[in-house]
């Protein structure tokens, strides 16, 4: 299933500390996503270890992203604070109460770095209008592919998408992003633009800007006497071959 849950960092935010790109990498490096994925999720989706493009897409990136090392995140925040003076960091992570447990459970393994964590809960739509209008330092959320093309996850960190007019909810922006991503919508050549997309990948992951999760996964349940159902990469429900077998009397 082509999505990606995340948390999304603010980069103009009001709270100092997620300014730092040590402090968003001290979040990343900073909480056990196997973990979290086997005892929260019962095993459902892929520990997002790699990039932001989800599993399943030709242009996931195989690099390697954050995974879980403690003491490199205690290293991290001890040097924000050595390095700024501010002794107390704290962040706040907005979420909505169906991601509750998953956003208790990085409060309670990011505070052993030494950062503060609150957790802020809100009704969806109340945490939608919140993050387009940048009032929020922390937030969670998720990007469906709407189409099978990586282009559709890195749009939502090119400049010219800011919000509230665009998807760029974090505000992410940097001119060697922009110019991959123009020059990657001019080739047809799907290896060429592979690579593009994969450097992109890499660049948004080296900011931070965004804390992936996990790559999500879908369960279906069926009768035994119906077949053909089969999985689809955006979730849509395809009953063409669909078939249902009378049961034998």
């Known amino acids: 299933y082509l999505n990606t849950e995340y948390l999304g960092v603010y980069l103009d935010a009001d709270e100092r500390a997620v300014h730092s790109v ?5 979040i990343n490096y900073g909480f056990n996503r196997e973990k979290m994925i086997l005892y929260l999720r019962n095993g459902i989706g892929t520990p997002a270890v790699n990039g932001f493009i989800p599993k399943g897409l030709p242009s996931f990136n195989e ?3 954050y995974t879980y090392q403690p003491e490199k995140a205690k290293e991290l925040v001890k040097s924000y604070i050595e ?4 002794k107390n960091p704290s962040i706040t992570i907005s979420t909505n109460s169906q991601y509750l447990d998953l956003c208790e459970y990085i409060q309670r393994e990011v505070q052993k770095t030494g950062l503060k964590v609150t957790v802020e809960v809100m009704p969806p739509s109340t945490l939608r209008q919140t993050k387009v209008t940048g009032k929020l330092s922390i937030f969670r959320g998720s990007w469906v592919a709407d189409y099978p093309d990586a282009e559709n996850y890195l749009f939502i960190f090119h400049s010219k998408n800011f919000s509230p007019s665009g998807p760029n909810y974090t505000h992410y922006s940097t001119p060697e992003f922009d110019t991959l991503y123009e020059r990657s919508i001019t080739i047809t050549d799907n290896l060429k633009r592979r690579v593009l997309y994969q450097k992109m990948d890499s660049l948004v992951m080296a900011s931070a800007a965004v804390i992936p999760l996990y790559y999500d996964e879908v369960v279906r349940f069926t009768q035994k006497n119906v077949s053909g159902l089969g999985i689809n990469p955006v979730n849509l429900l395809n009953l063409e071959r669909v078939k249902k077998e009378n049961k034998a009397k």
């Open 63 to 65: 690099m390697k992203g």
């Open 83 to 86: 390095e700024t003076g501010n």
């Open 22 to 26: 040590k402090i968003r990498k001290a």
